[in-house]
């Protein structure tokens, strides 16, 4: 029932909030997928660690096998850990590599070497997704023994 003289008064989205709701939304979707994309990279580093501590320990047991030192190489140059040039594993382009305690040669190339008594050159590998760490590993000086000591960045398993 409506009085003579009051206005009827429609109740809805006006074309302005309507248009600000979708932006909104659109933004946070945007939010969402960009986070997503970054858990992606994370997993990738993650991998990557993992792949790295395997050749780390191939390098171990190679030295040990055969009588001889292995060394492992870590070029940022070339973005490549490699055993002796005969195995190589990429760098992703959005990972660095840290060394701490790690040798290095003339050229600045950071280096792990095992020896074929069970030894090593000992150190800690840090893998960094833009200054933040995503995994460590630390070899044993005596032992040459590859521990993972953390891996602890961006939330994704």
């Known amino acids: 029932m409506h009085r003579m003289g009051q206005k009827h008064q429609q109740r809805g989205l006006t074309l302005l909030e309507l248009v600000v709701v979708l932006v909104l939304l659109s933004v946070a979707v945007g939010l969402v997928f960009q986070r997503v994309g970054g858990t992606s990279e994370v997993r990738e580093a993650k991998m990557f ?9 191939k390098a171990r047991r190679t030295a040990v096998n055969s009588g001889g030192p292995v060394t492992v190489w870590i ?32 050229e600045g ?49």
């Open 109 to 157: 190339i950071p280096y792990i070497r095992f020896d074929p008594d069970g030894g090593s050159s000992g150190g800690e590998l840090i893998v960094l997704i833009d200054q933040v760490s995503v995994a460590a590993m630390r070899i044993d000086m005596f032992t040459a023994a590859i521990q993972n000591v953390r891996e602890d960045a961006g939330g994704a398993g």
């Open 49 to 57: 660690a993992k792949e790295l501590a395997i050749l780390l320990k």
């Open 75 to 106: 070029s940022a140059a070339e973005r490549t850990c490699s055993i002796e040039e005969d195995v190589r594993l990429e760098i992703p382009e959005f990972v660095r590599i840290d060394g701490k305690k790690v040798r290095h040669n003339e």
